[in-house]
């Protein structure tokens, strides 16, 4: 079974999302990247970028497939983990610590039109998926 941190905010297309105040930390779940496998190039959007909810962040391509990363939450950029650029297999070995991949600076009414889950509620989605 993936891990799923309790501190963290899940989507239903398997990002994660730290919030600490007007930033945010984005990056795939476990879950997401046990179903990628190996991941062999991540493309990430330029810093100053404004994103909308839903809009595509980046791409991940992995040996199975290539899959388009989506803002959970709209802000702008304000970094992005240029140690993937590199090295993308920090997305499997530390998927929710060095495998992170963008972070936004956002308002408080975009957290709040964010549509995201608790880790309970994500742990049920996935297993849901998986029968």
Same mark, same amino acid.
Not at 29 to 38: E, F, N, R
Not at 107 to 112: M, P, V
Not at 116 to 122: I, P, S, W
């Given at each position: 079974?993936?891990?799923?941190?309790?501190?963290?905010?899940?989507? /239903?297309?398997?990002?994660?999302?730290?919030? $600490?105040?007007?930033?945010?930390?984005?990056?795939?779940?476990?879950?997401?990247?046990?179903?990628?496998?190996? @991941?062999?190039?991540?493309?990430?959007?330029?810093?100053?970028? /404004?994103?909308?909810?839903?809009?595509?962040?980046?791409?991940?391509?992995?040996? /199975?497939?290539?899959?388009?990363?989506?803002?959970?939450i709209g802000g702008e950029v304000i970094e992005i983990n240029q140690a993937l650029l590199d090295e993308? $297999?920090?997305?499997?070995?530390?998927?929710?610590?060095?495998?992170?991949? @963008?972070?936004?600076?956002?308002?408080?009414?975009?957290?709040?039109?964010?549509?995201?889950?608790?880790?309970?509620?994500?742990? /049920?989605?996935?297993?849901?998926?998986?029968?």
């Amino acid at each position: 079974m993936a891990f799923t941190p309790q501190e963290l905010s899940y989507t /239903k297309s398997h990002e994660w999302v730290r919030i $600490e105040g007007d930033q945010v930390t984005i990056g795939i779940t476990d879950y997401a990247q046990v179903q990628l496998g190996d @991941v062999v190039f991540v493309e990430l959007p330029e810093v100053g970028r /404004k994103l909308e909810v839903e809009d595509t962040l980046g791409t991940i391509e992995s040996v /199975k497939a290539a899959s388009d990363i989506f803002a959970p939450i709209g802000g702008e950029v304000i970094e992005i983990n240029q140690a993937l650029l590199d090295e993308p $297999e920090y997305v499997n070995t530390e998927p929710y610590s060095d495998g992170w991949m @963008v972070r936004l600076r956002v308002t408080d009414q975009d957290i709040q039109n964010a549509a995201l889950m608790d880790a309970a509620t994500y742990d /049920k989605y996935t297993s849901e998926l998986d029968h």
